[in-house]
């Protein structure tokens, strides 16, 4: 018995020395670490392993690894003092990878740049579907995924795939007959083997043709004579011609627009293969 409390006053004794290099919060961390460790043991009397759980394991964590190295060593502890680190690393990656993930599930968010031409294009076009602003952002240099362009009309409640309004030519001529005139240059050979250019036009609501000239040499200043006549022709006739067609025939001067202009109709120049 006097041997056993020898040894007991003995082990007390390193024991207290082993503490005097100690400061009060390292002794304070000690004290919260073994009387977690405690509870642990409490928690799983009976049991041949001692296991921590996920808490356990974050708190002990968070506790010990300020503690220097060499006092963590010397700490009593239910396992390594390295496994301690590990958990404390395995808790800030955790940490890390929770704060790094997006807000917003899926891919991250257009460039609110890429955004606003989208919606830009979108405005300024209206007949325009989404595969060709995307064939348009391409042109630019902005390269961005055409199921992107379909998203970002979708948000801003555009459709992304207007029906095309049918603006045709042939829906033009139908729709603004009774107002259209159309002209141009007919070329012919006399019997003597000249060539003449007739200059006729065509009303389209009713197709009467207006024979204006023929000559050998259409000048400017023969075809500006024509559209003079060509306006006194239709206000003696009563007819109110908004637009008149021409093609873009080398034969007609700037002047030949201006007269028509001056008399309220406007000059539609023909693409290359419709038809007046």
């Known amino acids: 018995m006097l041997l056993r409390l020898a040894y007991l006053g003995v082990t007390n004794t390193f024991a207290m020395l082993r503490l005097l290099p100690m400061s009060n919060r390292d002794k304070d961390v000690e004290t919260l670490a073994l009387r977690h460790q405690i509870t642990v043991l409490e928690r799983q009397i009976g049991k041949e392993k001692v296991r921590f759980t996920p808490s356990d394991r974050a708190f002990l964590a968070a506790l010990l690894h300020r503690l220097p190295r060499d006092v963590l060593r010397r700490v009593?502890?239910?396992?390594?003092?390295?496994?301690?680190?590990?958990?404390?690393?395995?808790?800030?990656?955790?940490?890390?990878?929770?704060?790094?993930?997006?807000?917003?599930?899926?891919?991250?968010?257009?460039?609110?740049?890429?955004?606003?031409?989208?919606?830009?294009?979108?405005?300024?076009?209206?007949?325009?579907?989404?595969?060709?602003?995307?064939?348009?952002?391409?042109?630019?240099?902005?390269?961005?995924?055409?199921?992107?362009?379909?998203?970002?009309?979708?948000?801003?409640?555009?459709?992304?795939?207007?029906?095309?309004?049918?603006?045709?030519?042939?829906?033009?001529?139908?729709?603004?007959?009774?107002?259209?005139?159309?002209?141009d240059f007919l070329e012919t050979v006399t019997l003597s083997g000249a060539r003449m250019y007739v200059f006729a036009v065509i009303e389209h609501a009713n197709r009467r043709i207006r024979i204006l000239g023929a000559t050998a040499h259409p000048t400017a200043s023969w075809v500006a004579q024509a559209a003079k006549n060509l306006v006194v022709d239709l206000e003696d006739a009563g007819c109110r011609a908004r637009f008149l067609i021409r093609d873009r025939d080398g034969k007609f001067p700037e002047l030949f627009d201006a007269i028509l202009k001056d008399a309220g109709i406007e000059v539609v120049l023909r693409a290359s293969g419709c038809p007046a």
């Open 76 to 183: 009593r502890l239910l396992v390594r003092p390295d496994t301690v680190l590990r958990w404390h690393r395995n808790l800030v990656a955790r940490r890390h990878a929770h704060m790094s993930r997006p807000k917003r599930p899926g891919r991250p968010r257009t460039v609110r740049s890429v955004r606003a031409l989208v919606l830009r294009l979108a405005r300024e076009n209206p007949s325009w579907g989404y595969r060709r602003l995307h064939g348009e952002l391409l042109v630019l240099g902005v390269k961005v995924a055409a199921s992107t362009v379909w998203e970002i009309l979708k948000e801003a409640g555009i459709n992304p795939a207007p029906e095309r309004p049918s603006s045709t030519w042939a829906d033009f001529l139908r729709s603004q007959a009774d107002a259209l005139l159309a002209c």
